[in-house]
């Protein structure tokens, strides 16, 4: 279980630096990928907020995991 929190903190922090510095690399992997639920307006009009709560999710599930 460990090993599962660890790897979702690495892919929410990468997630949240591609928000950052290259959310049209984001647009590209959404349209390829089939999804059920379209956020993207929402989250891409607000990818700075979104980013770096990510981030920050993604290093406090790090820290309390290790």
């Known amino acids: 279980m460990r090993e ?3 790897i979702l903190s690495i892919i929410s922090i990468l997630i949240g630096i591609l928000l950052l510095l290259a959310p049209k690399l984001l ?5 390829q ?8 307006g929402l989250i891409y009009r ?4 979104f980013g770096l709560f990510l981030m920050a999710a993604g ?3 790090v820290y309390t995991t290790l």
């Open 33 to 40: 990928s089939n999804r059920l639920y379209n956020i993207d």
């Open 59 to 61: 290093a406090f599930m």
């Open 46 to 49: 607000n990818r700075y907020v």
């Open 27 to 31: 647009v590209k992997l959404g349209e």
């Open 4 to 6: 599962f929190g660890i």
